[in-house]
């Protein structure tokens, strides 16, 4: 893999029966014997159709939705990479274009605007947009507005751009030259429109041109970027920098009738960090608004599974999150009780100061509260790892796993 740490850890028999503890200075690091997934019989039919897939002619959809370590795309974006790889995919699937609203956008893109754009997230209490699973919107009030899409280098070109928005209604029309454009009714208040050109070209410009007298504000919930692909795995991922449970829970109106709109066979919730935070953190409060939070999701999409992960460790400013171990039970307790499997990133990357390890063999951001990006992508195979094990526990000998292995230990040499 391009994301190679040579020189950064030390190689030891990796992958021993009993798994083995990455360490520096004697102190132990990462156990991979503890790299599974928890309560794995409860993403029983998404591990069913995931190894049914080689060779077959189906789509299976992965939506994930989290915080700031989500937002930036390293740790998604590897665990995307890593199966479509084995299973083919359909490329970055829906995104927010978080680049408009003063973030970060996908890596390999470059989308850029004419317009001025108002941005809105779920952190705010107030918010004036409806939102949905995306956890963030934006709107335009411009009569003439455009915004151009591009991958970076010079090898790949644009040739499909989906658009999540809200309905139109006659609003706004959406214009593209040279290119079939198609809008269709995504849910009761959301659609999406498809715009597809004869040719791949560098870039595409999309022109959103406001009906004479409309007061109404042509509104972004997200952009997908050549992904017409009918089979293999489609990875949606939505991060929300200071996303929290409480913020997806209370602030997402639309949620429910996207969730069923999409239909994912699989939901990943990377949430919790910025929650741990909160010293106002009751165990009982917490955890019931965690099952409350999928049982409504649960019952939008019946036939969706779900997976939850633990928040890594962090420190900010000297400061440790005062409600990790709430966060972490919580989460823990929720799959137990409520059909979830659970990844434990927490315990998976050492646990209690393990970001001071991060941090020193440069997998952790100075700040104490991110990975660095090689960080995010170790962070990302090691998820893998552990979605490859529960797969060949499951179907054996599908011949995944040796492969995610041999990408980890390359990693780690």
Known sequence: MKKNLAGVLLVMTLFSQCGMNLSKNGKPFIDLSKDELLYPENISRFLDKLGAMRGKDSLLRIIQIGDSHIQMGHFSGEVREMLQARFGGSGLGFFFPNGLCKGYNPESLNIFSSGSWECEKITNMEALMPLGL???????????????????GEKERVQTVSILHAKLSGNYTILCDGAIVETIDFSEKTAITTLTLSKASETMEIRFVKKQGSKIPMVIYGLSVNTPAKSGVDYNAFGVSGGQYKYFAKNTPLLPEQVAAFKPDLVIISLGSNDSYDKNLTEKGYREMLQAFVAKMRAASPGTEFLLTTPPDTQFEDGKPVSISIVNNSILETGKKNQCAVWDFYTVMGGFDAIKKWQELE?????GLHLSTKGYYLQGQLFTLALARALEQKHPRNGWLSKVESVVNETLR
């Open 134 to 152: 995306v956890g963030m919107a934006m709107q335009t009030h411009d009569s003439a507005v455009s915004v151009t899409v591009g991958f970076k």
């Open 363 to 367: 997998l952790g951001n100075k700040d």
